[in-house]
């Protein structure tokens, strides 16, 4: 039977160790990490992330600035504002949420963020060093697995590691992660795609496969073999008359015939998902700690 | 019969384009390309390349500026020289030879180069724009491949493309941009490694294997499968009593017996290695036209 990985669990109990780190800088009198936050309009999803992250940060006892913006705001006036939130000494870290109105530049959003602060990962400095193996930001979703991973104390040297989709906020980065020579890590990666010309043929292969294309219960019973186990990054709404809402939440993975199979799997929801706040947090710490540049 | 890549030829006609190009700059009185080098000590090798490097540019009507430095020059010293190099708004392009003394950290002099300068590309900014899918100076190393897959055509997308090595500078750039959405590019990417378990099982299925782990005659015949574009990265001295020198070139790959399975196949030498001084020409061009960063 397969061991379900509770992300859920994992996740409140990094929440709970940096809350204790957290109450151990202040009793020691030292800076208390801090999170700012960019939220441009008024999209409701948007809202909802940014505020699960703000009350992340009460819980675990950060500081943390919410910035709220106008649709209207120009592309230079945001600029300036990530620009005062760089030099403000107090602010450890800085999010932009996205998406932002069109009329503005992520790149440039992105670009003008200072690596240092830059806990979403997204700056090409940290990506370009997390990809020379050098101390960088690690971005949300792939830093959820590897610490499912590490948590979970499953081998990953020497396993082949099959990813599917090749987005870069999830699957691009994961397979550089898992190759590079570290644990988690030392995989045989590869890296399938929308012009992969046999997924199936790939996965049957996989010692682990990463279900990250966003295509509900893509990944069925057939396309894995006994004991792999199964990360599933999907989160797509379906419709559901028999819910409340209207609405089910599907994994990239059909869970009921894969299930059986795996040594280890993420369920959804409850898997990949909570990882990514508690990463947000550990980041945020690494930021107020100095941990990445020195 | 396999093609043989003729990478000698392919250098050559790009740097007749670029001697073109050069000739057109100069008759409509633009600013001439200019490539600055730094050359710390007197290594031997590292001699000969940085002078291949400075009659590059001669040939094909660029500047170039060679500064050279005792093993006794301080890390802050160096570094204000890229500093200056930086600053010169004649400088298009610069690089430093690699090995630097051991008292000068690799990484402080890569990171002080100005990414719009940085036509080796190896600081952390283009390494992550170019994973991220953003306009970067690639490498020599990959560009060069990239550029041989382009000119003799080789249909990439959809196809199963097997990497061996998994460096900083060739097999992890490598897997990097042959999955990325573009041509050449959209494979289907499998990294190998040291702690790869069967290198064999995963080479069987590529339909482009790029072998780059430095092994002479790593590849053999019964690893490769009827059809297969074979890049071959490796150039290891050799032994060779019947050589006038002493010794003789080898590739990662047992040509005699790979090549005549091979689709395409790039022979050593004069497959993927004169490539790269064609590509470093490349970049410096891309510079000084501004391409890369607006």
Do not use: W
């Amino acid at each position: 039977m397969a061991i379900i990985i509770d992300g859920k669990k994992t996740s409140e109990d990094i929440r709970l160790e940096i809350k204790e780190k957290v109450n151990k800088i202040k009793e020691q009198g030292g800076k208390i990490p801090h999170l700012a936050a960019i939220l441009v309009g008024n999209d409701g999803a948007s809202e909802t992330y940014v505020n699960f992250k703000v009350k992340d940060c009460e819980q675990v006892g950060f500081k943390s600035t919410l910035k709220r913006f106008k649709n209207t705001i120009s592309e230079k006036e945001l600029l300036n504002e990530v620009e005062a939130i760089n030099n403000d000494p107090d602010i450890d870290g800085l999010i932009v949420q996205l998406p932002i109105p069109d009329h503005i530049s992520v790149q440039k959003v992105t670009d003008m963020i200072k690596p240092e602060k830059d806990v979403d990962g997204f700056h090409p400095i940290n990506v370009g060093r997390m990809a020379k193996s050098l101390p960088s930001y690690i971005s949300a979703t792939p830093y959820g697995i590897l610490l499912l991973i590490e948590r979970y104390k499953i081998e990953t040297s020497g396993k082949h590691c099959v990813i599917i989709g090749r987005s870069d906020i999830v699957g691009s980065p994961m397979s550089i992660l898992l190759s590079r020579k570290a644990y988690p890590g030392n995989c045989t990666v590869t890296l399938c795609h929308s012009r992969t010309k046999s997924i199936k043929e790939m996965t049957l292969q996989g010692d682990i496969i990463i279900a990250a294309l966003g295509r509900p219960e893509f990944l069925t019973g057939d396309m894995v073999k006994e004991g792999a186990v199964v990360i599933d990054v999907g989160i797509t709404r379906v419709p559901d008359p028999t819910k409340k809402s209207g609405f089910a939440l599907r994994g990239d993975v059909k869970y009921d015939e894969v299930a059986p199979k795996c040594s280890y799997i993420t369920p959804v929801p409850g898997g990949v998902g909570p990882m990514t706040r508690a990463s947000l947090l550990l980041n945020t710490l690494l930021a107020a700690e100095k941990s990445i540049y020195k």
